[in-house]
């Protein structure tokens, strides 16, 4: 199983940028690494994924435009890029992998402890 590890959440006012960090680690590696992220009160909603061979990104609606995954496979490490961000993207957001690049959280089976990121308005 991959072992994964956020870094890179803080506090920041609307509009701001952050960038959140995944480290992979583990004897195997799944094909798709993914964000996630989880509001209080709100259900775990997919964000960004991306596949370590070269591919296209897939995003969710409400952060396309405003945030960029990508990836170091050297390092075996997913980048999320956060640019233009709102109250609203408050949340813990985790990293995930699996094996389909997809937006359901069954479908991923390695999961990190998570990172808060917090917007003031």
């Known amino acids: 199983q991959v072992q994964l590890v956020e870094t890179g959440g803080g506090f920041l006012q609307a509009g701001g940028s952050l960038r959140l960090s995944c480290a992979a680690s583990g004897r195997t590696f799944s094909s798709v690494m993914a964000w996630f992220r989880q509001a209080p009160g709100k259900e775990r909603e997919f964000v960004a994924a991306?596949?370590?061979?070269?591919?296209?990104?897939l995003y969710a609606d409400s952060v396309k435009g405003r945030f960029t995954i990508s990836k170091n496979s050297g390092r075996n490490t997913v980048y999320l890029q956060m640019n233009s961000l709102k109250p609203e993207d408050t949340a813990v957001y985790y990293c995930a992998a699996g094996p389909w690049k997809v937006a359901a959280v069954s479908r991923y089976d390695s999961w990190g402890p998570g990172t808060q990121v917090t917007v003031s308005s």
């Open positions: 991306i596949r370590w061979s070269a591919d296209s990104p």
